[in-house]
Nanobody
Framework: QVQLVESGGGSVQSGGSLRLSCVAS??????MGWFRQAPGKEREEVAS?????RTYYIDSVKGRFTISRDNAKIFLEMNDLKPEDTAMYYC?????????????????WGQGTQVTVSS
C-alpha cells in the first residue's frame, strides 16, 4: 500500500503560479502523475512522470506546467494559470514503471488539493 498526500493548492488570479507537492509513504519508483477534476467534468490526466523522468502533459498545460520528482515526492509547477485550470488536483501512482493514459490503471490516489483561478 502507498499513501499519497497532496499540498500546495490555493486561490490565485489568472496569470499566477502555484506549486503542488505530493508525498508518497514510500519511494515507489513507479509511474506517478497529477490528475484534476472540475465540477461536472470527468477526472483527467494533467501530467505524469516515469522513473526515468520521461514525462507526459495534456496539450492544454504544455509550456505552462512542469512535473518533476524527487525520490518519494512529485511536484507540479503551474505557471500562467487560467480560470479553466480550476479543479481539484489529485496525485496518483501506478504499480508499474510505465505510465498509462487510463485512469483505471492508477491504483493509489491522494485526497486532492483544490486549485482555484479567478479571472
Amino acid at each position: 500500500q502507498v499513501q499519497l498526500v497532496e499540498s500546495g493548492g490555493g486561490s490565485v488570479q489568472s496569470g499566477g503560479s502555484l506549486r503542488l507537492s505530493c508525498v508518497a509513504s514510500r519511494d515507489t519508483r513507479k509511474c506517478m502523475g497529477w490528475f484534476r477534476q472540475a465540477p461536472g467534468k470527468e477526472r483527467e490526466e494533467v501530467a505524469s512522470i516515469e522513473i526515468i523522468d520521461r514525462t507526459y502533459y495534456i496539450d492544454s498545460v504544455k509550456g505552462r506546467f512542469t512535473i518533476s520528482r524527487d525520490n518519494a515526492k512529485i511536484f507540479l509547477e503551474m505557471n500562467d494559470l487560467k480560470p479553466e485550470d480550476t479543479a481539484m488536483y489529485y496525485c496518483a501512482a501506478r504499480e508499474y514503471a510505465m505510465c498509462s493514459r487510463f485512469l483505471k490503471d492508477y491504483i493509489y490516489w491522494g485526497q486532492g488539493t483544490q486549485v482555484t483561478v479567478s479571472s
